[in-house]
């Protein structure tokens, strides 16, 4: 399938790594521009889509700052000349899993700010220059954002309004053309879900009906896709993508 994303300019956070990096690798085999923004560096990946010959502008930036988005934001219209395509996949869970009762107010400014201002502020700070392209959205949600899990409550409520905030805003941009729709991830193997203090080892993938976790490259395939026109009846969607593990 031809996904026709030639010379679409595709904005990745959370583009240094892990599902990010895959989306990212994967437009630009398609023939994408990719702005890549991140609070690590994200120009080792800028680096690889220049191997294959693509296009990659490496934007350090928090995405909790609203200022700062607002102003990569206008590097990226400058640099390109505006954008067809926004991932938000930059996202946090705070580094120790704990019940509410024992959680940090840092834990909680962490995982909001972070996940769900996050989100806000790229997709307020985006829509002018995808709408004057009817261009798209799509945010990041979790599994873990439809349904209840014990010493991730705040990031499954961050996800919950991930979730929430995806269909909103479709209704609302709707009438310009924009299409806003949402991934929810099962476990998958990136730096996000290991070395967590707390987390029991082997129960992502044993979550899962596959008995394993996925690749970034697969959740990547299905971004891709919802960024594409061939998508183009789908907006509001909520698309689950986790080996089945919220299936039973
Ligand atoms: N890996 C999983 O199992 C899994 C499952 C479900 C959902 N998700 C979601 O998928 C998304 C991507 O996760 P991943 O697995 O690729 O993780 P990852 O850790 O590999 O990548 C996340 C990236 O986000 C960046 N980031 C974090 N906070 C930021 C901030 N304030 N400003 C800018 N950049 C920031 C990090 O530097 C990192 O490069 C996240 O939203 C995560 O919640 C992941």
Same mark, same amino acid.
């Given at each position: ?48 889509? =220049? ?80 709408? @004057? ?23 499954? =409520? ?59 490259? @697969? ?11 061939? =998508? ?12 089945? =593990?919220?299936?039973?």
């Amino acid at each position: 399938m031809n996904l026709e994303l030639e010379g679409k300019v595709v904005v990745i956070t959370g583009g240094a790594s892990g599902i990010g990096r895959a989306t990212a690798l994967g437009a630009a085999r398609e023939g994408a521009k990719l702005a890549l923004i991140d609070q690590s560096d994200a120009k080792s990946v800028a680096g690889e889509i =220049a191997d294959l010959g693509g296009e990659a502008l490496a934007l350090g930036c928090d995405i909790r700052d609203a200022a700062t988005v607002e102003a990569t934001m206008a590097r990226i219209v400058e640099r390109f000349g505006g954008m067809d395509v926004l991932v938000n996949s930059a996202g946090a869970a705070g580094s120790v899993r704990k019940p509410v009762i024992e959680t940090s107010d840092a834990t909680w400014d962490l995982t909001i700010e972070t996940n769900l201002r996050g989100t806000f502020n790229l997709c307020r700070a985006a829509l002018p220059a995808l709408r @004057e392209r009817e261009g798209t959205i799509i945010n990041i949600a979790s599994e873990l954002g439809l349904i209840g899990t014990a010493n991730l409550v705040v990031y499954g =409520a961050s996800k919950a309004g991930v979730i929430n905030f995806t269909r909103g805003l479709a209704v609302e941009e709707g009438e310009y053309g924009v299409r806003v729709n949402c991934v929810c991830p099962g476990p998958v193997d990136t730096p996000f879900v290991h070395h967590k203090p707390g987390a029991p080892k082997n129960a992502p993938a044993a979550a899962t009906i596959m008995g394993r976790m996925g690749e970034p490259e @697969e959740i990547a395939d299905v971004i891709l896709f919802l960024a594409s026109p061939r =998508a183009s009846y789908m907006t509001g969607a909520i698309v689950v993508a986790d080996g089945g =593990a919220t299936a039973h």
